[in-house]
């Protein structure tokens, strides 16, 4: 396809513009995905405002999907019209860690939005092995989902947690807001989904999430202390990025119990003694989790967050606060940097602009 588009370009540091530019050329093995939806991360706005891409210009955005538009000489035809997620990652393949499936560790991988031009834009260059077919039925912005249930599929697997679980979520961001609805899907007995904002905490309860809690560390322990008879609980994740709720989250778990770090602090954590302490005499774990699975044996944990999304175990549509169209990219990057008022998960939604 040839001719021009519209993307969100980053061209330095804090410098990004809305405007035209050729749409990607494919190879053999690609094909060209007309966006319906980009979510915002929170990963986007520190590599917008103060980070930066791996070069400039670069299209940012990686929570994405849409429609095939065209393929690549090696694409097999059935691949045209269908609605797709796009999973970022693209890995080496050659790798130590990619011999044994760990795509995310691997040591040279590239990265739709942030290595390579992503989801901000009305069309993205996409190798065919990085689709995940969705069914006609399912709304076009959930494509820009996928991405993040599975993050928090890969978090809640790879830390354990099992039938009866009592856990504990900080931060109820679109990761948070994930990791219990997967923790709960798990057969957890209580998911104390936990964040200081009311109106996340009563869209956590909307969705079944009973046992959210808009509250201080002292009422959020009074309430692990009365639903495990003093026991503690079995997991707490850390999705709110904030350092000191390290310390006060680890107090909560009971003996052999597992933390399970998640959101990503801007600012240096500092362990306190007493903390360190308690992971020696409770034989605690701390178990990291990066990124998604991208393997296809023996799970494909994408096609699980589609089969959850399409079941309705996993819920999106009360965490979307906005839809905004392309050319207002750099105001939903804003809203999210400012927080001068509510937002949950902001969609981009080129067609908008149309």
Not at 213 to 240: H, I, N, P, Q
Not at 298 to 316: C, F, V
């Amino acid at each position: 396809m040839k001719g021009y588009m519209k993307a969100a370009v980053l061209h330095g540091v804090n410098d990004l513009r809305v405007e035209d530019v050729l749409i990607p050329e494919i190879g053999d093995h690609d094909v060209l995905v007309k966006v319906a939806a980009c979510g915002v991360c929170g990963s986007d706005i520190p590599r917008i405002l103060t980070q930066g891409t791996y070069h400039f210009p670069t299209i940012p955005g990686h929570e994405f999907g849409g429609e095939v538009v065209e393929i690549g000489s090696e694409v097999e035809p059935a691949y045209l019209h269908k609605q797709v997620a796009v999973i970022p990652l693209i890995p080496c393949r050659g790798c130590k860690s990619c011999e044994v499936g760990d795509f995310a560790q691997c040591e040279d991988y590239d990265f739709l939005g942030s290595r390579s031009d992503g989801g901000f834009a009305e069309y993205v260059r996409v190798p065919k092995e990085n689709l995940v077919i969705v069914p006609e039925h399912v709304k076009p912005e959930a494509t820009a989902f996928l991405e993040p249930i599975s993050v928090a599929l890969h978090v809640v697997s790879n830390t354990g947690v099992s039938f009866g679980d009592d856990v504990v979520v900080f931060g109820l961001g679109a990761i948070g807001i994930f990791v219990a609805q997967w923790a709960k899907a798990f057969g957890a007995a209580h998911v104390f989904a936990v964040d200081l904002d009311p109106k996340k905490v009563e869209i956590a309860k909307q969705l079944g999430l009973k046992d959210a809690l808009c509250a201080s560390m002292d009422e959020v322990r009074k309430a692990v202390e009365e639903a495990t008879k003093g026991a503690g609980c079995d997991v707490v994740f850390e999705a709110s990025g904030a350092p000191v709720v390290f310390n006060q989250a680890m107090s909560l778990l009971k003996q052999n119990g597992r933390f399970g770090p998640v959101g990503r602090p801007v600012k240096d954590l500092n362990v306190a003694v007493d903390t360190y302490e308690m992971i020696l005499r409770k034989q605690l774990t701390i178990k990291g989790t990066w990124s998604f699975e991208f393997k296809r044996f023996p799970h494909n944990a994408w096609d699980i967050a589609l089969d959850a999304l399409n079941k309705g175990i996993i819920q999106t549509d009360a965490i979307i606060s906005h839809r905004l169209p392309l050319s207002k990219t750099r105001e939903a990057v804003e809203i999210m940097d400012k927080k001068k008022e509510f937002f949950y998960k902001i969609l981009i939604e080129p067609e908008m602009d149309n």
